[in-house]
């Protein structure tokens, strides 16, 4: 079981580019510190994500998409990971 300490969250002000179109920003790091040992060594993994995307509404329906990098470094194994994320969104009101 890992213990999660908080997420160090930012997003920039969203930018209402149209009535309906919202463009965004957003940034992500966290840092998850395990309590087991793996290998009588301490795992840690650091983990961030940076992405810019839009959103768009209809009456009761909206959507959007993100894309941004993603990157994880872990003390486990010598683990690390890189690269694009797509991220889609949609939200419907009754």
Do not use: H
């Not at 940034?27 to 839009?54: C, H, K, W």
Request: net charge positive; aromatic share 12%; with cysteine.
């Amino acid at each position: 079981m890992a213990a999660q300490f908080p997420v160090a969250q930012s997003s920039a002000p969203r930018c209402q580019a149209t009535r309906r179109l919202t463009l965004r920003t957003n940034a992500v790091r966290e840092r998850d510190d395990f309590d087991e040992p793996v290998l009588s060594t301490d795992r840690v993994d650091n983990i961030s994500f940076y992405s810019v995307g839009f959103s768009y509404g209809l009456q009761r329906l909206r959507f959007g998409s993100d894309v941004g990098w993603y990157e994880r470094d872990s003390t486990a194994f010598g683990d690390k990971d890189s690269g694009i994320r797509y991220v889609l969104r949609l939200s419907f009101t009754p």
